[in-house]
T-cell receptor, first 111, second 114 residues
């Protein structure tokens, strides 16, 4: 099993829609989680960090389910500018500091 | 500088040629990472430095790949005898030490081996 798994999509949604995608992780010792956003041909940039059960920042909500070992990202009221690839990164101490990225989920918001 | 700087932005190499990719991390960032990203994939871990110490090089795909950070700041990723499968974007990231710290990425070097 891969350390991090994401549905690559693409998820095609209309503007204003609510969309959610999951990221499953294999290491139960993962303590922190990061969602990065990557625009086409650009570098990844941090969207949100999760250190407990979840986090909310405006239209974006991350929720952690430790029992089932997945973390979700919910985007409400989607904007055209939300179109990007969203990368999930769990972190655990045995990873010697390195970050292991998922494949990413591509979101396309249509007018 | 204000962010992570990588050079060159684009590199075309003939198969068999050696290349060197440079990364200037954010000043004061102890941790430095190299990733390889193929089209449609997430960044794949290559190697990790804490200051000048290379703590993890488990992701380097072969002994043709070599990375160094001799003075704990600038890092160079060297690929010897490039092959077509080395074509990818090579991303460098830096961060402060610790689990709660954000990794900042450079814009990457797009390597095309012809």
């Amino acid at each position: 099993r891969k350390e991090v798994e994401q549905d690559p999509g693409p998820f095609n949604v209309p503007e204003g829609a609510t969309v959610a995608f999951n990221c499953t992780y294999s290491n139960s010792a993962s303590q922190s989680f990061f969602w990065y956003r990557q625009d086409c041909r650009k570098e990844p940039k941090l969207l949100m960090s999760v250190y407990s059960s979840g986090n909310e920042d405006g239209r974006f909500t991350a929720q952690l389910n430790r029992a089932s070992q997945y973390i979700s990202l919910l985007i409400r009221d989607s904007k055209l500018s939300d179109s990007a690839t969203y990368l999930c990164v769990p972190w655990h101490p045995s990873n010697t500091g390195k970050l292991i990225f998922g494949q990413g989920t591509t979101l396309q918001v249509k007018p | 500088g204000a962010g992570v700087s990588q050079s060159p932005r684009y590199k075309v190499a003939k198969r068999g040629q050696d290349v060197a990719l440079r990364c200037d991390p954010i000043s004061g960032h102890v941790s430095l990472f190299w990733y390889q990203q193929a089209l449609g994939q997430g960044p794949e871990f290559l190697t990790y430095f804490q200051n000048e110490a290379q703590l993890d090089k488990s992701g380097l795909p072969s002994d043709r790949f070599f990375a160094e950070r001799p003075e704990g700041s600038v890092s160079t990723l060297k690929i010897q005898r490039t092959q077509q499968e080395d074509s990818a974007v090579y991303l460098c990231a830096s961060s402060l030490v610790g689990q709660n710290t954000e990794a900042f990425f450079g814009q990457g070097t797009r390597l095309t081996v012809v």
